[in-house]
């Protein structure tokens, strides 16, 4: 079965994370070549053919333009599946080309279980296992889920692709995300609120217990999107990406986007009223309680230490 | 100008969720319904909109069982002009592409100028079918919007890109944006305004994907394996604040 991967390129540069394209290949074992709207002095390290766009002449950003270009590698390729990384960029251009293909889309892929895509719904509590059944599949997967031992090795044979196509939105530029302040990626113990501290006034008690540990406070998005913490607090995927040696996680069910952002701290500990909340698959300690009382009973017995 | 927003009806995600007798996905009964947060914030931005431009007929559009009369109300009391129920008690079981199908065959000769959308539903989480209506049209879609400006038919977005940094986006009407959360701050309905949407329009009509065959089916639907090695603790709060902290004087060294 061929495959073709779909790299990414952004702010002037090969996005990295094309070498989960390569692992998901690799397990699958199958015969991949490789599609980018990018630059040929920055390939990818990959034995095989490149369908290679100029960014320089069709934009980084421009739906209409790359699906034209994908579309002219996936005609030259004849490929059984086509994968894409689920991002801002492969959630956006997998639609498209599920609609001009007639293929079946599955989304966020996590593993491949009996020879089926498996992707998590329902803010990650259950998973579902799915069958196409057209001959060709558009396929999207999530950011981390299969990875690479050692780093991604060979040399791309480039095959330039090209189209007339014009779009009607362009991109302008980038926005940088905030950094001034604080940085939690430097702090050893992390304690963060999320979406169950119920209003912005309980926010001091995630505080208070991060006082007494001696570390700083955090947030999950729901949190800092409702105004109730700082952005540059904001932990996960569209936030920061944090190892400390202790993360505290309080009333935070653990979207995968939080999990991408914290799962690799040294010692995790879940306070929720829900015993099944996802937070409970990465945590070491799943402390079942309403952190409303908790909280203020921990900050006190550690203060009185 | 001439709106649509499509919104979903999902269960509340602190739900305790079942899964159903074929094993396809949960089961419906005893679950508190809402509408998809992503949608909130499409709806929140076609009625600021409408209050920008004041010229706007804002149309919402929901699809699924009887029930999902409620976040329409809702979008109605919002601020939205007039509710489209796309009557199909077997929306759960529809992929994604049939769903878009069925509001693009709505949407079709009707000319609107922008269909807002939330960029994927809480449950499927899909994030496939806002593009697939723009698409089906013919027309842009722009997606995960955090930001939106309009001026007399020209659009400027910001997206939000991973990591946190965003790209600047410039297009022209007729566009599909697909909103992320933080968008804005959806407003709750007031008493007068969930009274004066008692009386605005709710069209019903028949499901219809215009012969969109099936694409894939679900081979089973199922709980995630609980991986072994973490503790849960549960009990009264002082004596489960001792265990922990006894917990990170043995596995950490915070506390030392």
């Known amino acids: 079965m061929k495959t073709l991967l779909v790299a990414e390129f952004r702010e002037g540069k090969l996005r990295a994370e094309y070498s989960q394209l390569i692992a998901f290949a690799q397990q699958q074992q199958t015969e991949a070549a490789m599609f980018l709207v990018g630059t040929a002095s920055d390939l990818p390290k990959f034995n095989g053919p490149l369908y290679l766009a100029d960014v320089a002449k069709y934009g980084e950003y421009n739906p209409t333009v790359h699906k034209k270009l994908l579309l002219e590698a996936i005609d030259k390729e004849q490929p059984a599946q086509i994968i894409f990384l689920h991002s801002s960029y492969g959630w956006d251009l997998a639609p498209r080309i599920a609609v001009a293909l007639q293929a079946a889309q599955i989304s966020e892929i996590i593993a491949i279980e009996d020879g089926l895509p498996v992707i998590p719904v329902c803010n990650a509590k259950l998973r579902r296992r799915i069958k196409a059944t057209t001959p060709r599949t558009v396929l999207t997967i999530q950011a981390g889920a299969f990875g690479l031992d050692g780093d991604p090795e060979g040399v791309p044979t480039v095959v330039a692709v090209d189209t007339d196509a014009s779009g009607k939105v362009q991109c302008t530029g980038y926005e940088a995300a905030k950094i001034e302040g604080v940085d939690l990626t430097k702090a050893e113990i992390i304690v963060s609120a999320g979406r169950g501290v119920g209003k912005p006034e309980n926010v001091a008690m995630v505080q208070a217990l991060a006082k007494a540990l001696g570390g700083e406070y955090g947030a999950s998005r729901p949190v800092v999107d409702a105004g109730w913490v700082e952005h540059n607090r904001q932990v996960g995927t569209t936030g920061s990406t944090v190892t400390p040696k202790l993360y505290v996680a309080c009333g935070i069910s653990g979207a995968i986007q939080h999990l991408a952002g914290m799962k690799k701290s040294d010692f995790i500990v879940g306070i929720n009223t829900d015993k099944d909340a996802p937070i409970g698959e990465v945590a070491n300690v799943l402390v079942v309680a309403d952190l409303k009382q908790f909280l203020p009973v921990l900050t006190e017995k550690l203060n009185a230490r | ?256």
């Not at chain 2, 081979?219 to 394996?225: D, G, I, L, T, V």
């Not at chain 2, 001792?242 to 917990?247: G, V």
Request: with cysteine.
């Open chain 2, 1 to 256: 100008m001439k709106i649509l927003i499509c919104i979903k009806q999902v269960p509340d995600m602190e739900s305790k969720f079942k899964i159903n007798g074929e094993g396809t996905w949960y089961d419906q009964a005893d679950l508190a319904w809402r509408m998809n947060e992503y949608d909130e914030y499409a709806v929140e931005q076609a009625v600021r909109l409408k209050e920008q431009v004041k010229d706007a007929d804002l149309t919402v559009l929901c699809i699924g069982p009887d029930q999902v009369t409620e976040p329409i109300k809702k979008a109605l009391a919002m601020g939205c002009d007039r509710g489209v129920h796309i009557a199909d008690p077997d929306s759960s079981k529809r992929e994604p592409i049939a769903i878009a199908a069925m509001i693009a065959g709505f949407a079709k000769e009707k000319n609107f100028d922008i269909i807002f959308t939330g960029m994927q539903s809480q449950d499927r989480g899909s994030a496939q079918v806002g593009v697939m209506v723009a698409e089906f049209l013919g027309i842009s879609a722009v997606t995960t919007i955090v930001d939106f400006a309009y001026d007399n038919g020209a659009i400027q977005v910001k997206r939000e890109l991973e990591g946190g940094s965003k790209a600047l986006v410039t297009g022209t009407t007729p566009v599909v944006l697909t909103c992320q959360l933080g968008l804005n701050t959806p407003r709750y309905p007031t008493l007068p305004n969930i009274m004066k949407a008692k009386k605005k329009e709710l069209l019903v009509l028949a499901p219809d994907t215009g012969g969109m065959g099936a694409r894939q089916e679900t081979a089973a639907c199922y709980f995630p394996e609980k991986k072994g090695g973490g503790l849960v603790l549960e009990g009264e709060i002082p004596e489960l604040a001792d265990k922990l902290i006894q917990l990170l004087k043995e596995k950490t060294s915070v506390l030392a």
